[in-house]
């Protein structure tokens, strides 16, 4: 019997998410080295962070959702990239699948919202951060431009080793 594929929609996100999202990085904590956080995180700890990804401006959150039961299946930011000034015409973007969504082209239905978000915002760079190995990330990234700049070796420790992150750029 076929797969029923079902519909996404990506919108920005909203303070309603803060829950799914949040249950969504905690994912991400524990099981892997995508990201260099190291311990979980509440709802309420993480409301500063959605509240710096308003619908308008530089700095976007876009949520993909199952189009029937609303279930998040994804998210992308552009966030900024250093605190100092002059770099406030750079970003760094991030995408987080579901468990389970993968395969289905939720981030390159992500990056597709938010890079057209983007094209009329003051914004020059968009950087990504990829820890190594994560081959569908490095795709995804290269499928929109991005190209390998460098890579830091052995700059994260997390689950007892080391890992690289191999830093990516995009003209915008």
């Given at each position: 019997m076929p797969t029923e594929r079902r519909e996404v929609q990506v919108r920005p996100g909203v303070e309603a998410d803060l829950e799914a999202?949040?249950?969504?990085?905690?994912?991400y904590v524990r099981e892997t080295p995508i990201t260099f956080d190291t311990a979980v995180f509440t709802p309420e700890e993480r409301r500063s962070w959605l509240l710096s990804h308003p619908e308008d401006g530089p700095y976007r959150l876009k949520v993909a959702a199952d189009a029937d039961t609303q279930e998040i299946l994804g998210y992308a930011t552009s966030s900024p990239y250093r605190a100092k000034p002059a770099y406030s015409t750079s970003v760094e973007t991030t995408v987080y699948v579901?468990?389970?969504a993968g395969g289905r082209g939720v981030g390159t239905l992500l990056y597709e919202a938010l890079f057209a978000a983007l094209a009329g915002e003051d914004l020059h760079r968009a950087y990504a951060g990829i820890a190594q190995p994560n081959e569908p990330s490095v795709r995804l990234h290269e499928r929109f431009g991005f190209r390998h700049v460098g890579?830091?070796?052995?700059?994260g420790r997390k689950f007892g080793r080391w890992w690289d992150v191999a830093w990516y750029e995009k003209e915008l």
């Open positions: 999202l949040t249950d969504l990085y905690n994912h579901a468990p389970g890579t830091y070796r052995e700059v």
